[in-house]
C-alpha cells in the first residue's frame, strides 16, 4: 500500500486513486481502473476553493465558537423537530460517521435516494436481493457491450478506456459521446424502455437466442415475461419507442455468437415505475443470457459495501421519504455534504423550507445551499483525513491518506461525531484507525452469481407518451464531463434540436406542471426532436421538477416531467 495515495471521494463509478508527491497529484498506476490518469473531475476537485472558514448568522467566527452554538442550539430543541441531511459530496466510509450521532440523538432521517435506488431495487427484485456487479474482467473480456441509459464516457472514463476497442451498441435519447463510438445507436424516446425490453425479448425467441439452460434453472416466470412480449403486434413498437424493427435485426446482427456485456444507467429509471422498466430490462437481459457468464454481465451500481460489517451503525427512530424531505417542518436542519438546493427536486419548496427552519451545514466548500445556513461548520478536505473508498463500479477499493496537514479551524467527520458524543454523554466511536484497518484489511468475496431469478411477470407503466401534449418536450438529464452534478461549474442552458422551432441562444421560459424557470437555448442536433435536456448540475432545472417520490423505493423521478416552452 502506497502512503502517498489518495482516494477520489467524488460520486461516480470510477473510484479513482492517485498518488501524492512534491504537492502533485498523479493518476495511480498500480490501480487497475484508474491505469494511470486522472479524469476532469478529480483534477477539478484539485483546484476546489475548499471552506476554511466557520460562520453563524454569516458572521465569521472560530471553530469553537461555532461548535458552542452547535450542542447550545440542539440541547434546546426536541430531537424528533430536527431533521439530519446528509449527501454524496464525498463517499469515503469515514463520512458515515456523524450519522452514528444523529440517530443516538434521535433526528428524523432520510430513506430513499436523488440517484439510484430505483434501478436498485428493481434489480433486487428479480434476483433475490443481488444487486452485485461481475468483476471488471468480465467486462474487459465480453466483445460487444451494450450501453443502456448510461454516459459512459463521462461517468466512467477510467472503465471507458479498459475497454474503448470493443464494439458499442448505445440505447439512450441522446447522442451521448458513447453513442457516436458506438456501431448501433438506438435513440429511444423516454420512458419506453421496458417496451424495447420486451420487443427485444421476443426477436429473442424468434432469432431462437434464448438462454434456454438459464430459464430451466433459475427462471421463474419466464412464460410469463415472455407472454408480456408477445402480447401485442411488434410493429406497434416502433411507434411508441421511435426504434424501427430494422435496428432491432441489426442489434441481433451485432450480438450473434458474441461475448455480451450490459451497462444499465440510471436514465432508465427516473421514473414512477422505474423499478418495473429496471426489471423488465434485466429481465430481458436474463432471457437472453447475460447472467451467470464468466465473461460478460449486467453492470448497474454495486452494492458497494456488500460482505463487509458495518462498523458506523446508525439505527434511526424515524425517516422521511428523500425528494419528499419538507424542510420548514423541522426545528432545525443539519445538512452534511450535501447541495439539496440545487440537487434535489422542487427548488422552490427546497429554498421556501431553508428559509422557515434553523439550517447547520457542514462541508468542505460553500454552495447554494450553505447560504441558508444559520451556522457553517468547514469539514477538513479529503488531502488532510484517511478514508477508505469502496467502489460501486467496479470491485477494488482505495485507500487515502493524510497528505497535506489539516488546516486550521477545519474538523473530520470523526472529530465531529467524537466530540458531539462527548458533549451529549453518548458512548463514543471506535479508534479511527480500527475502523479504517478492518475496511483495508478486509478482503470481501462478492460473489455476483445469481442463485435464484424470477422474471417480471406484471407491467402496469403510466406511458408519459400517452400524455404528452403536441406542444410538450419530454425533460431529459445527463451528466457533464466537466462537472459532477452540482460540484463545479455548471452548465445552465437548456439543449433542443435545430427543428424545435426555437433559435440559438433565445431567452425561453420553461414549464412543467410544478414550476418554471428562465433558460438560453442552445441548439444541437445531438437532441431528439421531441426532448428537452440539461445537463445534471443545472442551477435551474429542478424548478421543473416534482418532489413526488417513486412507487416502490421513496426516490426521486427527475424525468417523470413534460414542459413547455415559451419565448421569455
Known amino acids: 500500500m502506497n502512503s502517498n495515495s489518495v482516494a477520489c471521494p467524488l460520486d461516480c463509478f470510477d473510484a479513482c486513486e492517485a498518488v501524492f508527491h512534491d504537492d502533485i497529484c498523479k493518476g495511480s498506476k498500480e490501480h487497475k481502473v484508474t491505469n494511470g490518469k486522472l479524469c476532469v473531475n478529480f483534477a ?209 446482427e451485432i450480438i450473434k455468437d458474441k461475448k455480451v456485456s450490459l451497462l444499465l444507467g440510471l436514465g432508465i429509471q427516473k421514473y414512477n415505475e422505474g423499478v418495473q422498466i429496471t426489471r423488465a430490462v434485466d429481465s430481458f437481459a436474463a432471457y437472453i443470457g447475460l447472467h451467470n457468464k464468466d465473461v460478460g454481465g449486467v453492470w448497474y451500481l454495486d452494492e458497494s459495501s456488500y460482505g463487509y460489517e458495518q462498523q458506523l451503525k446508525a439505527n434511526p427512530k424515524k425517516t422521511v421519504s428523500l425528494p419528499e424531505v419538507d424542510y420548514g417542518s423541522y426545528d432545525l436542519v443539519f445538512i452534511q455534504g450535501a447541495n439539496p438546493v440545487v440537487s434535489a427536486p422542487n427548488t422552490k419548496r427546497v429554498i421556501e423550507g431553508l428559509e422557515n427552519t434553523f439550517v447547520i451545514f457542514f462541508g468542505t466548500t460553500l454552495n447554494e445551499t450553505s447560504k441558508y445556513a444559520n451556522i457553517i461548520i468547514p469539514a477538513s478536505n479529503f488531502l488532510t483525513k484517511r478514508d477508505v473508498r469502496l467502489s460501486y463500479g467496479h470491485q477494488y477499493k482505495t485507500i487515502s491518506n493524510a497528505v497535506k496537514p489539516k488546516v486550521e479551524g477545519t474538523i473530520s467527520e470523526y472529530e465531529l461525531t467524537q466530540f458531539l458524543n462527548e458533549k451529549f454523554d453518548y458512548e463514543s466511536l471506535i479508534e479511527q484507525e480500527k475502523i479504517l484497518d478492518y475496511y483495508i484489511n478486509t478482503e470481501v468475496k462478492k460473489d455476483y452469481r445469481i442463485d435464484s431469478f424470477e422474471f417480471l411477470e406484471e407491467l402496469e407503466v403510466e406511458n408519459l407518451y400517452e400524455q404528452k401534449k403536441e406542444n410538450e418536450f419530454y425533460f431529459i438529464t445527463a451528466k457533464r464531463k466537466e462537472n459532477l452534478n452540482s460540484q463545479f461549474k455548471s452548465d445552465d442552458k437548456v439543449y433542443l434540436h435545430p427543428n424545435s422551432g426555437f433559435n440559438e441562444a433565445d431567452e425561453v421560459i420553461v414549464s412543467s406542471k410544478v414550476g418554471s424557470a428562465k433558460f438560453i437555448v442552445s441548439l444541437s442536433e445531438d437532441i431528439k426532436e421531441n426532448c428537452l435536456f440539461v445537463f445534471s448540475g443545472n442551477r435551474k432545472a429542478n424548478y421543473l421538477t416534482s418532489e413526488k417520490k417513486d412507487e416502490e423505493a421513496d426516490s426521486a423521478i427527475f424525468q417523470e416531467v413534460l414542459v413547455s416552452i415559451e419565448l421569455s
Not at 69 to 90: A, C, H, I
Not at 166 to 171: A, D, Y
Open 44 to 252: 477539478n476537485l484539485l483546484k476546489e476553493d475548499f471552506n476554511i472558514d466557520s460562520y453563524i448568522e454569516n458572521q465569521k467566527v472560530s471553530l469553537d465558537k461555532a461548535l458552542e452554538q452547535v450542542v447550545e442550539k440542539l440541547k434546546k430543541t426536541d430531537p424528533s423537530n430536527t431533521l439530519f441531511y446528509r449527501g454524496d459530496g464525498n463517499l469515503g466510509v469515514m463520512q458515515n460517521a456523524p450519522k452514528t450521532f444523529f440517530s443516538k440523538y434521535g433526528s428524523v432521517m432520510t430513506k430513499g435516494s436523488l440517484c439510484d435506488e430505483i434501478g436498485a431495487q428493481g434489480l433486487s427484485q428479480g434476483r433475490g436481493g443481488n444487486v452485485l456487479n461481475p468483476p471488471i474482467e468480465n467486462l474487459i473480456e465480453s466483445d460487444v457491450i451494450i450501453v443502456w441509459g448510461r454516459n459512459f464516457t463521462v461517468t466512467s472514463p477510467h472503465m471507458y478506456n479498459l475497454v474503448k476497442d470493443k464494439t458499442f451498441i448505445t440505447i439512450d435519447p441522446i447522442c451521448t459521446p458513447i453513442s457516436k463510438k458506438s456501431e448501433l445507436h438506438m435513440q429511444i424516446n423516454p420512458k419506453t424502455d421496458h417496451e424495447l425490453a420486451l420487443l427485444l425479448t421476443r426477436f429473442t425467441y424468434m432469432e431462437d437466442a434464448e438462454d434456454e439452460e438459464f430459464i430451466e434453472e433459475f427462471g421463474e416466470g419466464a412464460d410469463w415475461f415472455f407472454d408480456l412480449a408477445k402480447a401485442r403486434p411488434v410493429v406497434s413498437y416502433e411507434a411508441t419507442t421511435g426504434i424501427s424493427l430494422n435496428d432491432v435485426t441489426k442489434f441481433f
